[in-house]
């Protein structure tokens, strides 16, 4: 009843309000227009009631309209997640993968902290903070039941990540995309963590305490920076390559593989690999950058994949034989039984389906086995590790197996196998990873010692500081990768300032780019100007021609790179037959190594070995006065060079009193003889004790044994150069110490 009492109150009030809007419109009749009024109604009710009702206003007063029906809502269109279908038949989502589903008989049910970053999305954002907790660590454990699905990599956080901490503790900076790849593949382990579980301890005494560690599935990042993430075990005293710097287009995770399908992406691939149809035909892939037959079975074409299975082979080899004769428990490997490792209890090599047990897993670890062992397996749990950085895994099974054959009775043949590539493509050696702590290389050095310095030298005329380089890459010398053709030099300017040229757009005047020296004989005039001949002066110190300074000899007088004595001529350009006077002529462009087999039809007694190559003489001339005319002029030059030392002794011991040793491998190669025995000892060739109480005799003298020592093929570039240098060097310092030059011959 109140309710009805309610309802006519209410159409009473509207009523009154149509009345009151008739009389005031007048004689003008408006078109009908639709009010909506609401009343809200409370008298005599608990709850408020609201009620709305659509009246039509006209100018006659009559009974209410009936009210019209609302509207229907426009249908909204459905939202459409891009990538979705590529995403969801890809690893990221595969809904029955162990990846996934590993903690679902748990009790908790839930993934574990320790896995949750990787293993499902809520661990992934808890890991990056992008749910509002700190980030770089899993606070928590996160459900079962997700995926890697689209809000774990796209989200705030992510859209500026540019930076991963690696588990070494090593941070990589300046990075794109890639970053959200690298959060999770990047493993579990590193050196550091090896280091940690072995420290101090006897590297072959079993002990206890120690497990396998495992770097854990697809660690693709870790493999393919290399040392800058450290993810492989490295062994002390060694270095290792860097970064896998690919060509720039397909230098990221994402610009090889579909970011949601996780597919490669093989079309962009075949400009530079032909034959690619399938990725099977990746495991055949090899390139120019690596001629040598690393895991020595005589093939250098076949694939680097094939290359590391070589490799493995040897080391798992040596894990086994070194499990037997020091751990005790023979060894065997599974790669899907966790944890990998296991006693082989029937001794038969092979792991059985009884023995891949976690009940029998290894137990008799040493440090020395632990290591090798943890590399074994970062070689193979990234199926991909020839591609992201083969030769990194070909450097950590190499040590690994080197390590493991000290220890062992009969070591594992590693004759003919390598651990390293030629100069250009060695990215493990100092020449490209003297930088590393530095983070860039300098300016003064981009032009020849980054992958990118020479091209802007080429095309600008000036250096800047570069990235570090895993040596060189196919756009250091190639300015097209389809054709492979090499960027034009008509002319070489040498660090004297003399210009010069093997002829106009030869391949020579590219290499001459970096192949010439960094210093020359006007540097040394320039330093030593206005002091006295045999006063030692504060303002004097080493000048280094640099290493490899093979067109600086070839073209001799003319590129004044040895230290030419005032009053002298010396000779100009080698020529060589003409079929051979050119550098690819005489050396493999990738390999470096000299084509000895095209040397016999002039020199029989090369005999195909570059050893062979330092028994050639084409004259009958003496030059270092010991009456051998048969050896080669390289022992000829020897010869000069070792008296040429001896007087430098002579001179530093006698007339500065201040003894000096030379150390080709240490920089700045002259020391002090602080015991005055004539050896560089061990703390003697430190930068901390350089020579440098220098004289303008002893440094000129100093500069060209530099110079002969450090273009060893000296002797076959332009030998006569050579030895005029090391003629006129005695001669002078014969004037002031007794110097034995009696037979002597300048050429």
């Known amino acids: 009843m109140r309710r009805t009492g309610k309802m006519f109150a209410l159409l009473a009030l509207l009523l009154i309000v149509t009345l009151v809007a008739a009389g005031c419109a007048g004689d003008e009749r408006p078109a009908p227009e639709q009010v909506e009024v609401t009343r809200e109604v409370v008298q005599e009710v608990t709850v408020p009631v609201e009620v709305t009702r659509v009246v039509e206003v006209t100018a006659e007063a009559g009974p209410a309209a009936e009210p019209e029906e609302p509207a229907e809502k426009p249908a909204q269109p459905a939202i459409e997640v891009p990538f979705l279908d590529a995403w969801s038949g890809s690893g990221h989502n595969d809904t029955e993968a162990e990846a996934f589903n590993h903690w679902n008989e748990d ?28 980030a770089g660590v899993v606070d928590k454990p996160a459900p079962i039941g997700t995926t890697v699905q689209c809000v774990a990599c796209h989200n705030d ?77 490295e062994y002390d005293a060694k270095s290792y390559d860097g970064n896998f710097a690919h060509v720039e287009e397909f230098d990221a995770c994402i610009e090889c593989h579909n970011s949601h399908t996780l ?88 792991s059985d389906e009884d023995e891949a047990q976690y009940g029998n897993k290894y137990n008799a670890w040493t ?172 303002e004097l110190r080493f000048l280094n021609i640099h290493y490899f300074a093979a067109a600086a000899t070839r073209f001799g007088g003319e590129a004044r790179g040895g230290y030419q004595y005032e009053g002298k001529d010396y000779v100009g350009q080698f020529a060589h037959v003409p079929n051979f006077s050119e550098c690819k002529q005489c050396h ?12 016999t039809g002039c020199h029989p007694s090369v005999e195909n070995s570059e050893e062979g190559l330092q028994a050639i003489r ?40 201040s003894p000096v040793v030379y150390d080709a491998h240490s920089y700045p190669y002259y020391f002090n003889d602080t015991n005055a025995n004539g050896e560089p000892d061990e703390g003697e060739a430190s930068y901390g004790n350089r020579y440098a109480t220098w004289t303008p005799r002893l440094l000129r003298a100093a500069y060209n044994y530099q110079y002969a020592t ?25 004037t002031v110490v007794d110097v034995e030059t009696a037979g002597m011959v300048r050429p």
Request: glycine share 10%.
């Open 263 to 350: 597919e490669l992406q093989l079309d962009g691939c075949t400009e530079c690999h032909a034959d690619l149809a399938s990725k099977e035909d990746l495991l055949n892939v090899r390139m120019p950058g690596s001629m040598v037959d690393y895991d020595s079975d005589g093939d250098v074409e076949e694939g680097i994949y094939y290359e590391t299975e070589g490799l493995r082979e040897k080391l798992y080899q040596a894990i086994q034989t070194y499990a037997s004769e020091v751990s005790g428990p023979p060894i065997v490997y599974d790669a899907h039984s966790y944890p990998y490792f296991f006693i082989d209890t029937n001794e038969n090599g092979e």
């Open 618 to 657: 084409m004259t009958d001339t003496d030059f270092d006065g010991d009456g051998d005319t048969d050896e080669g002029i390289a022992a000829e030059v020897d010869t000069l060079r070792a008296a040429l030392y001896a007087a430098i002794q002579a001179y530093a011991g006698e007339v500065v009193e």
């Open 367 to 538: 440090p020395r086995l632990l290591k090798a062992a943890y590399n074994y397996q970062v070689s193979v749990k990234d199926p991909g590790e020839f591609a992201h950085g083969g030769k990194y895994i070909i450097q950590l099974i190499y040590d690994s197996t080197e390590d493991l054959n000290a220890a062992l009775s009969e070591p594992v043949d590693l004759a003919g196998t390598h651990r390293i590539d030629a100069g250009h493509f060695a990215g493990s050696e100092e020449a490209f990873r003297h930088w590393d702590e530095d983070g860039e290389v300098s300016s003064s050095c981009s032009r020849c010692h980054s992958a990118k310095g020479l091209p802007l030298y080429l095309a600008e005329g000036v250096s800047i500081p570069q990235p570090i380089a895993n040596g060189f890459r196919c756009r250091t010398c190639h300015d097209s990768l389809a054709e492979f053709t090499r960027y034009t030099v008509d002319e070489v300017e040498f660090p004297s300032g003399a210009v010069a040229s093997f002829g106009e757009g030869s391949d020579s005047n590219l290499c001459a780019a970096c192949h010439q020296g960094r210093e020359s004989a006007d540097d040394v005039n320039a330093l030593t100007e206005g002091i006295d001949a045999d006063t030692v002066s504060d």
């Open 107 to 134: 009790d908790p049910q839930e993934v574990s902290a320790s896995c949750a970053k990787c293993h499902s999305t809520p661990g992934y954002q808890d890991a990056i903070g992008a749910d509002g907790s700190e």
């Open 157 to 233: 956080v992510t859209l500026t990540m540019d930076s991963v901490v690696m588990p070494s503790g090593i941070e990589l900076t300046g990075l794109g995309d890639e970053a959200r790849c690298m959060q999770c593949h990047q493993g579990r382990q590193s050196t550091v963590s090896v280091d940690e579980a072995v420290a101090d301890l006897d590297p072959d005494t079993v002990n206890e305490e120690l497990g396998f560690l495992n770097i854990h599935y697809f660690a693709a990042a870790a493999t393919k920076y290399g040392t800058f993430a450290k993810g492989g075990y």
């Open 710 to 734: 450090k273009d060893p093929g000296g002797f076959a570039h332009n030998g006569k150069y050579v030895i005029q240098l090391l003629y006129d060097s005695l001669a002078d310092m014969a």
């Open 588 to 599: 493999e462009p990738h390999g470096l190594t000299v084509q000895v087999q095209a040397c």
